[in-house]
Nanobody, 122 residues
Framework: QVQLVESGGGLVQAGGFLRLSCAVS????????MGWFRQAPGKEREFVAA????????LYADSVEGRFTISRDNAKNTAYLQMQSLKSEDTAVYYC???????????????WGQGTQVTVSS
């Protein structure tokens, strides 16, 4: 069974930075596309970023392009989301997900972590 565990969330001031980690176990990590999604209170879950199996290609939501960086370390079975220039509107629960199709649709991701809270104070 594939398990994903996020860490690194917390409270940060606007303009600050955080790095989220997603540790994956239970299957060959490099066989999965990795994605990050987020859900703010009262809103639907939305795509944030994705990275291909090798890490060679990345995809971002327009709202985070240029501020967030997704990466992965296949030797450590871990995916990362580096977030900088954080804004209050980035406040949400952030989820990592693993799937076999590269893209923005949450339905393409088969496995999900439990989420980690990111709160940006203005």
């Amino acid at each position: 069974q594939v398990q994903l565990v996020e860490s690194g969330g917390g409270l940060v001031q606007a303009g600050g930075f955080l790095r989220l980690s997603c540790a994956v176990s239970g299957h060959t990590f490099s066989s999965y596309v990795m994605g990050w999604f987020r859900q703010a209170p009262g809103k639907e879950r939305e795509f944030v970023a994705a990275v291909t199996w090798s890490g060679a290609s990345t995809l971002y939501a327009d709202s985070v392009e240029g501020r967030f960086t997704i990466s992965r370390d296949n030797a450590k079975n871990t995916a990362y989301l580096q977030m900088q220039s954080l804004k209050s509107e980035d406040t949400a629960v952030y989820y990592c997900a693993a799937g076999t199709t590269y893209g923005r649709a949450s339905s393409w991701y088969n496995y999900w972590g439990q989420g980690t809270q990111v709160t940006v104070s203005s």
